[in-house]
């Protein structure tokens, strides 16, 4: 099934009619939307969590998004952003390594031409797969496509929504592609072959070993770093994450460097992350309070 919505609302996500129930056609039939290009950052923010339409594809139990929810997956996402080579080397890789299988190729909101060239991949799998799987698909693509590329962690979150095609004074240069006359992706064949690549064993997550801790006498950032990484029960990620952005705000740190650990440490140290507008929408808050000298 296909499922979208926009990010900022509180409202399930809606079921879209497909006309030959096969979830990777709605993107033949589909109609971007059309934005201006954003002017700064606030601008990007007002359109992805406002405007912009975003998709799942697979099955959910529940029509409000997240990993619990979501059984599996029927379509491979891949964000290519900031790509660090020529765009024709990186068009000429995908429909390389692609060639043979259904695939769809567009532009997002903050494409331009040679100055942040960046791209969403979708691919048409031939089974539904879960969380595990899906991890695993992502790499061994990323690593068989060999693009030299940003990687964006929300790849990692099982429920992220990815959004759908837009239109900007930009795009029109982009080189889109919807390939749907070829095979659809064989998952198991792939599987076997991305996990016997020796690099799939160095990324997978290892056993946490066991540490004797060699410091007796702790100080204030040792303990902080320790609490990062030791993450949050599920119940309470809401409060541990605002608890975390305020310690690094009392302490002096630049809102840059402040996000940017926060989104780290959700995506990679919490056994659920939170989705990116909760923790936009926390550090936002909690910026705001500091700034008034709460």
């Given at each position: 099934?296909?499922?979208?919505?926009?990010?900022?609302?509180?409202?399930?996500?809606?079921?879209?009619?497909?006309?030959?129930?096969?979830?990777?056609?709605?993107?033949?039939?589909y109609?971007?939307?059309s934005?201006?290009?954003?002017?700064?950052?606030?601008?990007?923010?007002?359109?992805?969590?406002?405007?912009?339409?975003?998709?799942?594809?697979?099955?959910?139990?529940?029509?409000?998004r997240?990993?619990?929810n979501?059984?599996?997956?029927?379509?491979?996402?891949?964000?290519?952003?900031?790509?660090?080579?020529?765009?024709?080397?990186?068009?000429?890789?995908?429909?390389?390594?692609?060639?043979?299988?259904?695939y769809?190729?567009?532009?997002?909101?903050k494409?331009?031409?040679?100055e942040?060239?960046?791209?969403?991949?979708?691919?048409?799998?031939?089974?539904?797969?879960?969380a595990?799987?899906?991890?695993?698909?992502?790499?061994?693509?990323?690593e068989?496509?060999?693009?030299?590329y940003?990687?964006?962690?929300?790849?990692?979150?099982?429920?992220?929504?990815?959004?759908?095609?837009?239109?900007?004074?930009?795009?029109?240069?982009?080189?889109?592609?919807?390939?749907?006359?070829?095979?659809?992706f064989?998952?198991?064949?792939?599987?076997?072959?991305?996990?016997n690549?020796?690099?799939?064993?160095?990324?997978?997550?290892?056993?946490?070993?066991?540490?004797?801790?060699?410091h007796?006498?702790?100080?204030?950032?040792?303990?902080?770093?320790?609490?990062?990484?030791?993450?949050?029960?599920?119940?309470?990620?809401?409060?541990?994450?605002t608890?975390?952005?305020?310690?690094?705000?009392?302490?002096g740190?630049?809102?840059e460097?402040?996000?940017?650990?926060?989104?780290?440490v959700?995506?990679?140290?919490?056994?659920?992350?939170?989705?990116?507008?909760?923790?936009?929408?926390?550090?936002?808050?909690?910026?705001?309070?500091?700034?008034?000298?709460a």
């Amino acid at each position: 099934m296909i499922y979208t919505n926009i990010v900022n609302t509180k409202a399930p996500m809606k079921i879209e009619k497909l006309r030959d129930n096969r979830d990777f056609s709605f993107f033949k039939d589909y109609e971007p939307q059309s934005f201006p290009y954003p002017a700064n950052e606030k601008q990007e923010r007002e359109i992805k969590l406002n405007h912009m339409k975003i998709i799942i594809a697979g099955t959910m139990t529940d029509l409000h998004r997240n990993n619990d929810n979501l059984k599996s997956r029927s379509l491979l996402f891949l964000d290519i952003d900031g790509v660090q080579e020529p765009e024709t080397d990186m068009m000429a890789k995908i429909e390389l390594k692609l060639n043979g299988f259904n695939y769809a190729l567009y532009p997002t909101l903050k494409y331009k031409p040679i100055e942040n060239v960046r791209y969403r991949l979708v691919v048409e799998l031939d089974r539904e797969v879960n969380a595990e799987d899906y991890q695993t698909l992502i790499f061994g693509l990323y690593e068989t496509l060999g693009i030299v590329y940003t990687f964006d962690q929300s790849n990692k979150t099982f429920s992220q929504a990815q959004a759908l095609p837009i239109i900007t004074e930009y795009t029109k240069e982009a080189q889109t592609r919807y390939q749907d006359d070829k095979k659809v992706f064989p998952v198991d064949t792939f599987l076997k072959i991305f996990r016997n690549n020796p690099n799939y064993t160095q990324a997978k997550p290892k056993q946490k070993p066991f540490y004797k801790s060699n410091h007796t006498n702790k100080k204030y950032t040792g303990a902080f770093l320790d609490e990062l990484v030791a993450g949050a029960e599920h119940f309470n990620r809401n409060n541990w994450i605002t608890r975390q952005i305020g310690r690094m705000l009392s302490v002096g740190a630049d809102l840059e460097t402040v996000y940017k650990m926060i989104v780290v440490v959700n995506e990679n140290f919490l056994p659920e992350p939170l989705t990116q507008k909760e923790v936009y929408e926390t550090f936002e808050s909690m910026t705001k309070k500091h700034s008034r000298g709460a």
